[in-house]
């Protein structure tokens, strides 16, 4: 009897809980932004690839 009060009296259990609902929010916001920035960043990063290949003679990366 005594270990099932000590058990429901414990909220160690609880709190790792919460930080793992916390993590999880974070990570469902953070995969929601870059879905919504998908389209922007690919044309940063293929403007950023565009550049690149410029400046190093446009060589494309066929390697022959």
Not at 24 to 49: C, E, H, P, R, Y
């Amino acid at each position: 009897m005594t270990f099932l009060r000590s058990f429901l009296r414990d909220e160690q259990g609880a709190t790792a809980i919460e930080y793992g609902l916390i993590a999880a929010l974070i990570s469902v916001a953070i995969i929601a932004t870059l879905q919504a920035l998908q389209g922007s960043l690919t044309d940063t990063f293929q403007a950023i690839q565009d550049a690149l290949d410029g400046a190093a003679g446009g060589g494309g990366g066929s390697g022959s």
